[in-house]
């Protein structure tokens, strides 16, 4: 509960201009819901089908004005006001119905007024929790925000205020019954229930209406902006597919899952922290995203407040630290991706086949390693060089790249010193890092080219052209070969026109089919507590592999090296560009094609 506080009071100017922002509409309605406008210049909105719906329920409630806030299906804000002649006694009398469009009064969100429209009914943090498929702590914070946006020293006196100004919302959130006693809570049934209004004679008899169930609104932080939107793309259109498919079968238990997208550029911590908290102004039963190239903490304790889901592709370690360490901090947060320090293992255990195999064998087994300096984004992470190392491989050269990454004479000047056997360049964006293999090869060392990640985005593929051929590149969650992942692929190019890539389109596929499993387990599907223990048990096969996310960091685990349970990790795939087609070469089990030395290896690196 709020404790009483001394605060500045509300701002009168403010509400002013709330109230009268623009030309209301003005309209009379009859007992057959016939409207007559009464002015000439003002809100369209005022014979809208909804209004005409209230005018014709408010003869049903004893009280001579009934005033709110309605908030379009375009998201406009419009204050409403009803009134009946205080001398009816039949209610068979005209309404007169006032509509003008508004401001949000006081600076508040929409979740601060579904908040505050529930207080007005005394309901308790916990209730309304409930209500707004949120938790006891989201709603705690939203109630601090509008107490002091309102300067009102507690919730009993916000409610009052909330009430003598007609700052509650219709219809009421969640459809809640405890604001019976109230005006706003009396129409709002009576709209809910179209045969309990009273019958008058000539009135058309109004249609049933059909039930809709809420839907399961995922919200999608996407990094549509920047120079990685071309990735951002692929994550969107695999989680539509998948919201497609599950709304073909039904939906989870006859609701409908929604996508609600949040662009954001993921190199920028400003375009982040806005998506973030746009987050906070709307009804989301969970929310998806993919890797952030900024302090991803900040994020993430964002996210812990809102206090429902937050499951990402990303590979971070940091994340699965903080997870692990602070779990009733970060309890809510989901790794899809297993941690990125599998990638060192990944490229020894496949030096290692391909030896074995007599098709590379590195004559000096050195190697030289180029990051971009970013937040948690280290190929050598902690003890990544000692494993080099213990393997009997030596690190001849690591450099950090800065954005805008068009800058490689470093990186080729090493390669001339010291021309290692192979060189593992880092996550960079796709058009920098094709704008590279066009350079390397024109002045090709006899060095392997080993990507992590960026090859995975078709952009790369498309930019780099023939020169990407031979290139090998890895990732630690990527679509395997199989016929699951040829099926998702072929569903994607129907849907979308285009071949999907080998990462953040399957990994946006398979996100919202694990939530949608974890939902299918569930009585009430959507209940934040309620989700976060399902999508720890939970386990789902997905095109990018098994996904068990219970395990220490909520981070899905590598196969072999973290759970040599095929069923519950994913194998981190090692492809190659063979034909203009990037092809799974390594593990053995996921490969689809052979290793090919690339066209510039030559001497004694074969």
Known sequence: MTGERSRRGPDVSENARWAHPARPGVARFDAAGHGERLDVLGCDLVLHDRVRRWAASMRGVPRPAVSFVWITDEREWVRVDLAVPPTAEDRTVDVTAAVRR??????????????????????????????????????????????????????????????????????????????????????????????????????????????????????????????????????????????????????????????????????????????????????????????????????????????????????????????????????????????????????????????????????????????????????????????????????????????????????????????????????????????FQRAFVRDASPTLVYNVYTPSVPAYLAEAGEAAEGVVWASVTGRYGDARGARFARDYARLHDREPGHGLAGAGYDQIQVLARAWSTLTTPGRPAETVAALRSVVHRGVNGAYFLGAAGQTNAAFPDENPDPSLSQAPLVYQVQGGRSRAVHPSPYAEASFRPPPWLRGPSL
């Open 102 to 435: 508004c401001d949000p009064p006081y600076g508040l969100t929409v979740r601060e007024l579904d908040v505050l429209t529930l207080l007005a009914g005394g309901l308790t943090n916990n209730s309304v929790a409930h209500y707004l498929g949120t938790s006891p702590r989201t709603v705690g914070k939203q109630v601090e925000s509008l107490l002091d946006k309102l300067g009102q020293p507690g919730r009993g006196a916000a409610a009052a205020f909330a009430v003598d100004s007609g700052l509650l919302r219709l219809p009421v959130p969640g459809g809640c019954a405890e604001l019976s006693a109230l005006g706003v809570g009396m129409l709002d049934a009576l709209d809910r229930r179209p045969a309990a209004l009273p019958r008058f004679a000539g009135a058309p008899r109004p249609a049933p209406r059909r039930f809709v169930p809420r839907p399961l609104t995922v919200g999608l932080l996407a990094p549509l902006l920047g120079s990685y939107g071309a990735d951002g793309e692929e994550l969107l259109r695999g989680a539509e597919l998948a919201v497609a498919e599950v709304n073909v079968r039904g939906g989870v238990s006859g609701r409908p899952m929604r996508l609600a997208t949040f662009p954001l550029d993921n190199q920028d911590a400003g375009s982040v922290d806005s998506a973030f908290r746009e987050v906070a102004d709307h009804d989301l039963s969970a929310m998806v995203g993919a890797y952030l190239l900024v302090d991803e903490r900040a994020s993430y304790e964002r996210a812990s407040e809102y206090g429902i889901p937050y499951l990402n592709v990303g590979s971070s370690d940091l994340q699965a630290t903080w997870v692990a360490s602070e779990p009733s901090v970060f309890g809510n947060v989901f790794q899809a991706g297993p941690r990125r320090s599998n990638y060192v293992r990944g490229f020894l255990r496949f030096a290692a086949q391909t030896g074995e195999q007599g098709l590379w064998r590195p004559a000096r087994r050195t190697i030289g390693v180029v990051e971009p300096r970013v937040a948690d984004g280290e190929i050598l992470p902690e003890r990544g060089a000692e494993l080099l190392e213990a393997a009997g491989w030596r690190v001849e050269f690591r450099i950090r790249t800065e954005a805008p990454y068009d800058d490689w004479s470093d990186v080729f000047g090493q390669l001339r010193r010291t021309t290692p056997d192979a060189l593992l360049l880092g996550n960079h964006p796709p058009a920098a890092m094709a704008a």
